[in-house]
């Protein structure tokens, strides 16, 4: 299947400070969505990205789309303890990257 | 909101076990999917449906069959349970994938 990598596969951030989530896919992707899964719970969906270096925000998130439509990223500012869960970047259709593990140390 | 409810939060069966996960949504989605969810490998597709009959494999369909009779129902069989499918497994429908895909609640299967 389709490769999506997505990195750091863990992070752990003072509350207050900025994270972010990297993912790469080999080939072009048509389009890229992001969920966000609390401890114990199930992936949610946040967003999708469609255009080639399309930005969208949700308050403290910011979601991009590389031009190329092969990567993206995830950054969140002024992390809260709210935020803590994994990221997962799912490409094109059905692929999911790996996830990034956000800790937030209070 | 679309619910896709997956029948069992916590499943433990025997080795050779012929094993049914059950989902349903109730949001007329044509779209279902299978994944199993492992530490240090995210989600991996197992397999997913179009429409009813339809199925197609994912990455990972071997030890796996599924059956979608209706279109609000997507079973996963395990046709005879191993050690190595002990994992999380995750029941998503979507309208198209535009919409983005929701979850069930996961099963947590374990075979001993």
């Known amino acids: 299947g389709q490769q999506v990598m997505q990195i750091p596969q863990y992070q752990h951030v003072q509350e207050g400070e900025d994270f972010t989530t990297y993912c790469n896919s080999s080939?072009?992707?048509?389009?890229i969505q992001w969920y966000k899964q609390r401890p114990g719970g199930h992936p949610v969906f946040l967003i999708q990205?469609?255009?080639?270096?399309e930005v969208k925000k949700q308050k403290r998130l910011t979601f991009q789309f590389g031009e190329a439509k092969k990567n993206s990223s995830l950054h969140i500012t002024a992390t809260q303890t709210t935020d803590v869960g994994t990221y997962f970047c799912?490409?094109?259709?059905?692929?999911f990257g790996t996830g990034t593990s956000l800790t937030v140390i209070p | 909101d679309v619910k896709v409810t997956q029948s069992s939060r916590y499943l433990v069966k025997r080795t050779g076990e012929k094993v049914f996960l059950e989902c349903v949504q109730d949001m007329d989605h044509e779209n279902m999917f299978w994944y199993r969810q492992d530490p240090g490998l995210g989600l991996r597709l197992i397999y997913f449906s179009y429409d009813v009959k339809m199925k197609e494999k994912g990455d990972i369909p071997e030890g796996y069959s599924v059956s979608r009779e209706k279109k609000e129902r997507f079973s996963l069989i395990l046709e005879s349970a191993s050690t190595n499918q002990t994992s999380m497994y995750l029941c998503a429908s979507s309208f198209w994938a535009i919409y983005g895909y929701t979850f069930g609640s996961g099963t947590r299967l374990t075979v001993v």
């Open positions: 799912a490409g094109g259709q059905f692929y």
């Open positions: 080939t072009t992707l048509s389009n």
């Open positions: 990205l469609v255009k080639s270096g």
